[in-house]
Nanobody, 121 residues
Framework: QVQLVESGGGLVQPGGSRRLSCAAS????????MGWYRQAPGKQRELVAV???????NYADSVKGRFTISRDNAKNTVYLQMNSLKPEDTGVYYC???????????????WGQGAQVTVSS
């Protein structure tokens, strides 16, 4: 069974930094794209950043220049470095991975349990 486990959430002051990590475990063939989504109270879940297995990345306009997504394929881990945090960055951050369980099989979406990030003074 594939699991995504996140860590690094917490309380941070405006202007501060935080790094989220998400490690995939279990038996699978390959991890394709990995990404981070967030959901603020009363709002829909939104894409924050995504990175392909080759390292190409895309960001939501609201976090460009402040957040950096990266991954360590050897560790099956994706990171989100968040700098210059703002109160509007507050929310639950979810890790997402597109994973193929077998060679040639279609990939499926897997989700982490979520990590709360609160930006407040």
């Amino acid at each position: 069974q594939v699991q995504l486990v996140e860590s690094g959430g917490g309380l941070v002051q405006p202007g501060g930094s935080r790094r989220l990590s998400c490690a995939a475990s279990g038996i699978f063939f390959v991890i394709n794209a990995m990404g981070w989504y967030r959901q603020a109270p009363g709002k829909q879940r939104e894409l924050v950043a995504v990175i392909t297995s080759g390292g190409s990345s895309n960001y939501a306009d609201s976090v460009k220049g402040r957040f950096t997504i990266s991954r360590d394929n050897a560790k099956n881990t994706v990171y989100l470095q968040m700098n210059s945090l703002k109160p509007e960055d507050t929310g639950v951050y979810y890790c997402n991975a597109l994973i193929s369980l077998l060679l040639g099989s279609r990939p499926y979406d897997y989700w982490g349990q979520g990590a709360q990030v609160t930006v407040s003074s």
